[in-house]
């Protein structure tokens, strides 16, 4: 296989620092069969992973910055507020985004909490709900996106100046694309390319035509990792290759950026590896085209300090 160098700068979009000792992640205390039935089995995923382990696997990279993401932790407040004492102490700049619950009637409240985390300015909600497979649901329900008490609880993050990352699959992006255009003013980050399940030929159709759509809206950026979770942990580049090319064309490189996953990631190939195959994705990218997908379109929208 030929080997492509390392990328000149990266931002690292999406990874998870963690502790279990200082937070409770129920998941790493116990076999969780939704967690599993994303990921499959993750024995191997290490029960604490932190800024000096990181930079162990990304060693050779230059890595100029990160964006942590909450990690499911049962407290998500106390889980922001030890991000942002490792982020404070970090010799690397970082960018947070901690968990939201839009129908929490504390909302407002947590929101203000969050803004004396000065390294946070993003939050997110995982909406994913598979209408078939009850092990592939994180949403309380199936019809937040439709829900005008949630949509007005969104309208909030405009106050205080956040981004806002939902985590959909693709069958829910029509309904995505509605909340999307009603709310203009909020920056919004779509994991996982949208999150495809059906990869079937019909399934990309589908995919790409909503994709189009919500496309459409200009307030939003499209976040590349997790492909192991999309395409299982042996994925190939040559099976991810038409879905992360058409979602680039669709967006344009200065609307979507590559993360690492970090340390889930190290279930299926590692940083290297992983770095690797993004850059045999984007070899035919200008080095100014490759730059702003490693680096500046998350520098810009998370603005890491």
């Known amino acids: 296989m030929k080997k492509f160098s390392p990328v000149a700068r ?19 205390d116990e076999v969780d ?120 609880s969104l309208a909030l993050l405009g106050k205080y100046n956040f981004k806002c990352g939902l985590e959909i699959f693709a069958h829910q992006m029509p309904d995505l694309t509605r909340t999307i255009q009603n709310h203009p003013n909020i920056g919004f980050t779509i994991a996982l390319m949208g999150w495809p399940l059906d990869l079937s030929k019909t399934g990309f159709d589908r995919w790409k035509r909503d994709l189009v759509q919500l496309a459409g809206c200009e307030n939003i950026c499209v976040d590349i990792s997790a492909l192991e979770c999309i395409f299982g942990m042996q994925w190939s580049v040559s099976e991810a290759a038409p879905w992360v090319l058409t979602a680039i064309d669709i967006f344009g490189v200065s609307r979507c950026m590559f993360g690492s996953h970090m340390p889930v990631a190290k279930l299926s190939t590692g940083f290297a590896e992983l ?14 085209e490759t730059d702003e997908i490693f680096f500046g379109v998350a520098h810009r929208w998370f603005n890491p300090t």
């Open 275 to 288: 770095y690797d195959r993004f850059a045999q994705l984007v070899a035919g990218f200008s080095a100014s």
């Open 33 to 152: 069969p939704n967690y599993e039935a994303f990921v499959g089995n993750y024995d191997a995923l290490p029960r604490r992973y932190l800024l000096d382990d990181y930079l162990a696997d990304s060693d050779g990279y230059n890595v100029e910055a990160v964006v942590w993401h909450e990690f499911l932790s049962s407290d998500p407040f106390k889980e922001a507020a030890w991000a942002q004492q490792a982020a404070a102490r970090s010799a690397i700049r970082h960018a947070l985004v901690a968990f939201v619950d839009f129908l929490d009637p504390e909302l407002e409240r947590k929101l203000e909490q969050y803004s004396a985390l000065s390294n946070l300015t993003s939050v997110r909600e995982h909406l994913v709900w598979d209408d078939d497979n009850p092990l592939k649901r994180f949403a309380k329900r199936p019809d937040l996106l439709t829900d005008s008490t949630w949509s007005k």
């Open 10 to 28: 990266v931002v690292d979009s999406h990874l998870h620092f963690y502790d279990h000792k200082r937070n409770r992640h129920t998941f790493l």
